[in-house]
């Protein structure tokens, strides 16, 4: 999300980058939709930590902010991207800083009440998903005077974050190779958009499908139940209990 006033040429993003970023977060809230959402607006709180309601609350934001930055250039609009942008930047880093916080307090909770087989396997998650999504974001950051570069990093770095969504999915679907293709799903349709827009697929696209299938659910599931995992988890446990 642009950061300062740069000579950005004033042509207009195409919609699709619209459409994909409202696909984004329809993933992310499909996701979340029966074990989260569902049961605030029918006015079923969720019994959770008042931490975890506000991380969920600061990541519906940033995926509205992502929209909204998508239809600002899509609409000509090159000047509020910029401006609201300027904010984009804290509030991504935000994002970074919020979701290590729940995850590793959840991990401090967990171990204090006596389950730290779940407390270390759970903590997995929230770190690699920002160790992933940081560096991308601080890419996209970087790459603000690129706009080609710096919208499909930015497409890249929110997919990043799908995971723990998508994953919510698998009682619905039949294999793990689903969960990767829906996972997937966005890159998939940006570089099929590429080709056929440009009869090349950007490399970032590339990049990010391959980091897509390193990083998978499956690869992630035996990550976390890996030895060298448990040892990092046991000795992080050592100072909370």
């Known amino acids: 999300m642009s950061a300062q006033t740069i000579a950005v040429p004033r042509t207009r993003t195409r919609g699709f980058y619209v459409a994909l970023a409202v696909l984004v977060a329809a993933l992310a ?4 939709w029966r074990s989260y959402f569902a049961s605030l607006l029918t006015g079923n709180v969720v019994e959770t930590l008042p931490l975890v309601h506000f991380h969920i609350a600061v990541y519906v934001g940033w995926l509205a902010l992502f929209i909204a930055q998508a239809a600002f250039a899509a609409a000509g609009r090159i000047d509020l991207h910029v401006k609201i942008g300027r904010f984009g930047m804290g509030y991504g880093w935000f994002v970074v800083a919020i979701g290590l916080l729940v995850g590793c307090g959840m991990f401090v909770i967990r171990v204090q009440a006596g389950a730290e087989a779940e407390a270390i396997g759970r903590l997995f998650g929230p770190v690699l998903d ?7 974001f601080a890419a996209a950051v970087h790459s603000r005077r690129k706009p080609e570069l710096h919208k499909r990093l930015m497409i890249l770095a929110m997919v990043t974050l799908l995971v723990p969504a998508v994953s919510r999915m698998r009682p619905f679907m039949p294999s793990l190779v689903l969960v990767q293709l829906v996972w997937s799903a966005p890159i998939l349709l940006a570089m099929a958009y590429d080709y056929a827009k440009r009869r090349i697929v950007h490399p970032i696209y590339v990049f990010g499908l391959v980091l897509l299938l390193v990083e998978s659910p499956a690869v992630r599931a035996a990550a976390r139940a890996s030895q060298p995992w448990r040892g990092i988890g046991a000795w992080l446990a050592g100072f909370v209990k």
Do not use: D, H
């Not at 809230?29 to 979340?32: D, V």
């Open 29 to 32: 809230l499909a996701g979340f």
């Open 130 to 136: 920002m160790l992933v999504f940081a560096p991308l």
